[in-house]
């Protein structure tokens, strides 16, 4: 069975910090990968897409992913108490339906 | 653009009872799905389709059916609810599979089968 790993947290880091979140996936052949955002009960919001190794940064956030590890991360500087929120790693599974598998997401909360 | 609109926001059902959730989007998507989430999870796949007239099963799919008869509208139906489907439900859309297609969520449904 596909799996995508994160983990659960809570991750603490003090305002000002860079929040490091780690994703893991079991299946080799996919090949798009999303960070969303879920403020507490509020829908899952993208905010970083990768598809290729290496870095891709968008303002604060920088998302890192290596396929031969099968590792995707998702750095973020200069943390904000408005960051706070459960972030959630979905993978595709490389199929023709754009199905996405999703971690159970990693609690982040920013100390002011 | 609205975007992808779910209706009810909440619902209390009894079990035994059936509701429909409601899910539309304005962009000309062609992919919708269902998931549901349960406290401190992820989001688990329920239905989804791939265009008009075409569905297929996720991974938790027991419990609920789907149709889609335009591109717009993708609704869920539950039937006989039962406890263990009290869930948030999310709606998402996108508009091709592959590289570069991601995945738009709606507000949510949040049912309680009491």
């Known amino acids: 069975q596909k799996e995508v790993e994160q983990n659960s947290g809570p991750l603490s880091v003090p305002e000002g910090a860079i929040a490091s979140l780690n994703c893991t996936y079991s299946d080799r052949v996919s090949q798009s990968f999303f960070w969303y955002r879920q403020y507490s009960g509020k829908s899952p919001e993208l905010i970083m897409s990768i598809y290729s190794n290496g870095d891709k940064e968008d303002g604060r956030f920088t998302a890192q992913l290596n396929k031969a590890s099968q590792y995707v991360s998702l750095l973020i500087r200069d943390s904000q108490p408005s960051d706070s929120a459960t972030y959630l790693c979905a993978v595709n599974d490389g199929g023709a339906t754009n199905k996405l598998i999703f971690g159970t997401g990693t609690l982040l909360a920013v100390q002011p | 653009n609205a975007g992808v609109t779910q209706t009810p926001k909440f619902r209390i059902l009894k079990i035994g009872q059936s509701m429909t959730l409601q899910c539309a989007q304005d962009m000309n998507h062609n992919y919708m799905y269902w998931y549901r989430q349960d406290p401190g999870m992820g989001l688990k796949l329920i239905y989804y389709?791939?265009?008009?007239?075409?569905?297929d099963k996720g991974e938790v799919p027991n419990g609920y059916n789907v149709s889609r008869s335009t591109t717009e509208d993708f609704p869920l139906r539950l039937e006989l609810a039962a406890p263990s489907q009290t869930s948030v439900y999310f709606c998402?859309?996108?508009?091709?599979?592959?590289?570069?297609?991601?995945?738009?969520f709606g507000p949510g449904t949040r049912l309680t089968v009491l």
């Open positions: 389709s791939v265009g008009a007239g075409i569905t």
């Open positions: 998402a859309s996108s508009y091709l599979a592959g590289v570069g297609n991601e995945q738009f």
